[in-house]
Structure formats: C-alpha cells, structure tokens
C-alpha cells in the first residue's frame, strides 16, 4: 500500500473513503452519547456503584469503535481493516483533542497511548469482520 492511495482525495474512491469514515466516527459518537445516557440513568435509578464508571466508559468506548468499524468496513469496498483502524484511532484523537479542551494539564501518558492503540486494534478487527459480512 502507498501513501498515495491514502491520500488521493482527488478521485471518487478516496473521497468516498472519507465520507464513510467521517460518517462512521459520527455514528460512533452517536453510539456513545445513547450508551452513555443509558448508564447514567442506570446510576440513577439502581444500586449501580460509580466505582464502575471507568470501566463502562472504556467498554462504551470500544463497543462504538467496534460496530462504527464494521459499518465503515462493510460501506468500504476493500481494505476493511484500514477503515476500521482509522475510525478507531480518528475516534480516540478526537475525543482526547475534546477532554484537552475542557481539562488543563492533560500529558499524553501510557493510558492515553494504550487507549489510541485500543481504538486501533479494536476498529482493525471490526473492519476485518465488516468487510467479510459483504
């Protein structure tokens, strides 16, 4: 594979990958907000400890980049482990570039990397699965 063909916004194809990328990273957020909204009224209304609130996060988080991957996999017309991986990793930098944004001091620390390399691996195998549900 060559730059280029991650590139080249110039022809349908590589514009088409954008969209459903964009798209996918859209879904993915909307997929956490309902998720999250969900959890939060769970916490409310149960017995359900805040200690659990990190982990729900994490596996709202991944469970989003999971099923956006496969539907920018399955949109895709090939390289459905790329989509996914770029969903995922697009998804984890801008939510980080978003918590920089209302939270002073933030370092990029091993938990952030290890939450990039998590939305990549996550997305990568979604986009595996994706593209063979064609």
């Known amino acids: 594979m060559s730059i280029g063909s991650l590139t080249n916004f110039n022809n349908e194809k590589g514009s088409n990958r954008i969209v459903v990328i964009g798209k996918s990273i859209l879904i993915a957020y909307i997929i956490s ?3 999250l909204l969900i959890y939060g009224v769970l916490l409310t209304l149960t017995n359900i400890s805040e200690t659990t609130l990190p982990t729900a996060v994490m596996v709202i988080t991944l469970v989003s980049i999971a099923l ?5 996999a399955v949109k895709s017309e090939s390289k459905g482990w790329l ?3 770029l969903v995922g990793i697009l ?18 620390d091993n938990l952030i990397l290890f939450r990039i390399f998590m939305g990549f691996v996550i997305g990568s195998l979604a986009g595996i699965i994706g593209i063979n549900l064609k």
Do not use: E, P, R
């Open 83 to 85: 989509n996914g991986a």
């Open 33 to 35: 907000i309902v998720f």
């Open 68 to 72: 956006s991957g496969i539907y920018s």
């Open 91 to 108: 998804y984890m930098l801008i939510l980080f570039m978003l918590g920089m944004l209302f939270k002073t001091g933030i370092l990029i």
